[in-house]
């Protein structure tokens, strides 16, 4: 009898024990791993994709972003591009488990954050803890443009890009900075000579080839692949923005020399103008913005930028460029419901428009428009007295950001052809006098408007 007690007593405790196991089981699978992680909730073997390299080093890189509070986001135009086209979808599994990976493991040899550098309060000890996770880093650093109009402190090193490496893939953490412009601002990624140029494919880079500015974009959380990431809240507008992001500096080491050899004028006079400019530039920016209207910095105001850093007092006008094709009807009126009346109206959207409206204190501002012809650009002038037509031919040219009194605003890329143009191989001796119709080393006559159009294209106010 103690005998066949002892045996059911085992067979009980077998049983027992048994069901205790598969009880751990169930929970682990249905309570456990679901707590423990959005994208994190099944077995490796059920998720497609999981054990990519790309997957697992973004997975890295985000935890330790998180665990040390380092604001980033995800600019990565192929990934973006990816969950735009699924947005949908990603907002539709964000919180629940993913089977498979769809984004991240994706065969690419980087994939490019953003850190808003204003934000970040616990740099120290980020590269050991990186490289205790597994990552090889390199920090690439320069000196900071925003202190070259200041002597004392030109020359301070800011860092402009990490790349961190896990196995074969790489982790692009481009430092964004503040600039007064109220925009964000990267650096270009040059290698110095101790650096090693094998570390990563640079060439394959998307960001770093130039420097470059973007609109602070507004940013909103979402899981990719069961990973919690931070994105542009409008990632169409993001994307437009990056083969258009190329920025260039003012010259502050040229414009100091030029001032050493010109004297600045520093009069109550030329003071009232500067400031008068600035305002009527930053409401005229704001106007076209607003319309949607791309321009840029022309003639006089854009040569005032590249050769001193600053508004020509002498000028007594502010200048600006717009192509032909973005010509919008209702520009006259917008400037005008924001006090700007129209001074006077020359040409035709289809041949030599310019506009001109009256600021305050008899500052005018000027909008050239620009035509587009196989090898070359043109604006056009129109003499009033007479219907006479001018034609101001450039070369062709690009639009690059710079920053320009506080505002983030476009000029051409090809600066330098384009002021040369204008105004010659002189360009950089100050001119106080000057003549629209002879002046310019690039106008030519384009004939006159027939006296019947006067009236069209010829309209003063």
Known sequence: MSRINKNVILALLTL????????????????????????????????????STQWRAVKK??????????????IDPLILELINKDFEQVKNTSHGPTSECKFFCVPRDFTA?????????????????????????????SKDPRLDGIDSLSGTEIPLHYICRLASHAIHLVVFHERSGNYLWH????????????????????????????DRPELQQITVDGLEVFIPKDPVRFLEEIPHSRFIECRYKEARAFFQQY????????????????????????????????????????????????????????????????????????????????????GKVEDSLELSFQGKDDIKLDIFFFYEETDHMWNGGTQAKTGKKFKYLFP??????????????????????????????TWKIPVKTWDWKRSPPNVQPNGIWPVSEWDEVIQLY
């Open 16 to 51: 027992a024990s048994s069901a205790f196991l598969l009880f751990q089981l169930y929970y682990y699978k249905h309570y456990l791993s679901a707590k423990n992680g959005a994208g994190l909730s099944k077995s490796k073997g059920s998720r497609l994709g999981f054990d």
């Open 61 to 74: 890189f985000i935890m330790l972003t998180s665990s040390q509070n380092v604001p980033v986001f995800l």
């Open 113 to 141: 954050f953003a850190l808003r550098y204003h934000l970040w309060k616990n740099e120290e000890g980020w590269f050991r803890i990186a490289e205790n996770m597994g990552f090889q880093c390199l920090k690439i650093e």
């Open 187 to 214: 650096g270009h990624l040059r290698l110095k000579g101790h650096m090693d140029r094998k570390f990563v494919p640079f060439r394959k880079l998307q960001f770093g080839r130039y420097p470059g500015a973007f």
């Open 263 to 346: 004297l600045d004028d520093n009069t109550v006079e030329a003071m009232a103008f500067r400031k008068n400019a600035k305002e009527l530039l930053q409401l005229a920016a704001k106007t076209l913005k607003k319309l949607g209207v791309r321009f840029w910095l022309s003639s006089g105001t854009c040569l005032g930028w590249y050769r001193q850093c600053n508004i020509i007092p002498y000028s007594k006008d502010v200048d600006l460029g717009i192509f032909i094709q973005d010509y919008k009807s209702d520009i006259i009126s917008a400037f005008q419901d924001v006090g700007l009346p129209l001074k006077h109206k020359f």
């Open 396 to 425: 062709k040219f690009t639009l690059c950001w710079t920053e320009f009194v506080d505002m983030k605003i476009h000029v051409p890329c090809e600066t330098i052809e384009y002021i040369e143009a204008n105004y010659g191989k």
